[in-house]
């Protein structure tokens, strides 16, 4: 496609389950990025993918996340045990040449935790 | 810590308004400045700035990124009601390899017909 593609749009689910969110990058876009967008509060880093490097996981807020990138495409962000504060909107990004080239975004993932 | 702050943080104004949005940054490791616009879902890429004093231009939107007071403003003129969304601005961490964005709290734009 010619965006970035994250699934599913809405995701509603009870205190304690996991869940997995997706996120299909621009293609040829190597650097992917997960953002977490909060009630009140800005977007914040949680996850980096470079090609076939090492990720920067370096803003997961706890080991309950966990992310991975198969194939340097698609990405999944897993979220065990979920936890109410875990309820925000979700947003994965790609650009073409990591930090020299603009981060694009898809319409993200609407997590409710209830 | 590194960050970033976004002024105002709301603004309404009516259709054919010139509104100016402020971002400031206190970033180790600064690389480069974005502006996205965010109304219902993606943040959506307006600017990428790097060096200051030289005006990125779209349409009715421009911005420029001033390194020595570390801030950048985006000038929307003749505004409209399509123009109403949430303004986020970001600035490249280049503490590491990563390219990871700082973003400001944004400023939510609402322009009355």
């Known amino acids: 496609g010619a965006g970035v593609s994250q699934s599913p749009s809405n995701k509603v689910t009870e205190k304690g389950k996991d869940v997995e969110l997706r996120c299909d990058p621009i293609s040829g876009h190597t650097a992917l990025y997960w953002y977490r967008q909060s009630l009140g509060q800005g977007l914040e880093f949680l996850i980096y993918f470079q090609g076939n490097s090492a990720p920067d996981k370096s803003g997961l807020p706890s080991d309950r996340f966990s992310a991975e990138r198969t194939g340097g495409s698609v990405s999944t962000l897993t979220i065990q045990r979920t936890q109410q504060e875990d309820s925000a909107v979700y947003l994965c990004?790609?650009?073409?040449?990591?930090?020299?080239?603009?981060?694009?975004f898809g319409d993200g993932t609407r997590l409710s935790i209830l | 810590e590194d960050k970033v702050v976004q002024s105002p943080l709301s603004l309404v104004v009516h259709e054919g308004d010139t509104v100016t949005l402020n971002c400031s940054y206190e970033?180790?490791?600064?690389?480069?400045l974005l502006w996205y616009k965010q109304e219902k879902k993606a943040p959506t890429f307006l600017f990428m700035l790097t060096s200051s004093g030289i005006e990125k231009k779209s349409g009715r939107l421009s911005s420029i990124l001033d390194k020595k007071e570390l801030s950048s403003i985006l000038n929307i003129t003749a505004t409209q009601t399509g123009d109403s969304a949430i303004y986020l601005c970001a600035v490249v961490d280049g503490s590491s390899n990563t390219g990871k964005l700082i973003f400001g709290q944004g400023t939510t734009l609402q322009v009355k017909p």
């Open positions: 990004a790609s650009s073409s040449q990591g930090t020299a080239q603009p981060q694009h």
């Open positions: 970033v180790t490791n600064f690389r480069s």
